[in-house]
């Protein structure tokens, strides 16, 4: 039986459209334009620099945001790799995992979550625009397309406690002894 492909599409969101963007824009210098001709009329024409600031600060902010909201992060699952692009219109950067070695990590002790995509010593935050309930759903559904990934040891508390310490998931496959410095004493249990 043929491995069926996924595709997930992570987009922030972002309600605001280019043509939302334009009227807002408008709306809002339109006044500055208003005061600008009438401090201009009354010789008052020194407040000029700052009523251009104050309308550059505007489209400046609206820009922005049209940028963010432009940011996509696609995940694709298919013939044994974990295929992410990332980037604004575009794919600006790939990254590909192997999915035998990968393994989904939520840690939900950060605040906001984070989700890590690990893959044996490369890491890879995922939708990081995203509300914690949403992380969480993709971190299942992840788990379910990638697999749990390779068996990881179980540390006791020291160990467990140096990794969330440092809040990034532990990288390096093997012992915990291999992970922590010398004098921390975290042995691998099963």
């Not at 969101?13 to 009227?23: C, E, I, N, Q, V």
């Not at 009438?38 to 407040?47: C, D, E, F, K, N």
């Not at 609206?62 to 992410?84: D, F, P, Q, T």
């Not at 906001?112 to 509300?131: A, F, I, N, Q």
Request: net charge positive; hydrophobic share 40%.
């Amino acid at each position: 039986m043929a491995e069926q492909p996924f595709c997930c599409v992570i987009a922030p969101d972002g309600s605001l459209t280019p043509r939302a963007a334009w009227g807002f824009g408008a709306l809002a210098c339109l006044p500055l334009a208003i005061s600008g001709f009438w401090a201009v009329s009354t010789g008052l024409w020194p407040m000029l620099p700052f009523a251009g600031l104050e309308s550059l600060a505007v489209i400046f902010t609206l820009r922005h945001c049209l940028r963010r909201n432009a940011y996509r992060e696609v995940i694709r699952v298919e013939s044994g790799r974990i295929r992410i692009e990332s980037g604004h219109r575009r794919p600006e950067r790939t990254t590909v995992f192997e999915q035998a070695f990968a393994r989904i990590w939520l840690d939900a002790d950060a605040e906001p979550s984070r989700l890590w995509l690990v893959c044996r010593t490369r890491r890879l935050e995922l939708g990081r625009d995203l509300r914690d309930v949403e992380r969480r759903q993709l971190a299942n559904r992840l788990k379910e397309v990638v697999g749990s990934g390779p068996t990881w040891p179980r540390c006791s508390t020291p160990c467990r406690a140096w990794f969330l310490a440092r809040r990034l998931p532990p990288t390096v496959p093997g012992p915990c002894t291999a992970l922590t410095s010398p004098n921390r004493g975290c042995s691998r249990t099963s």
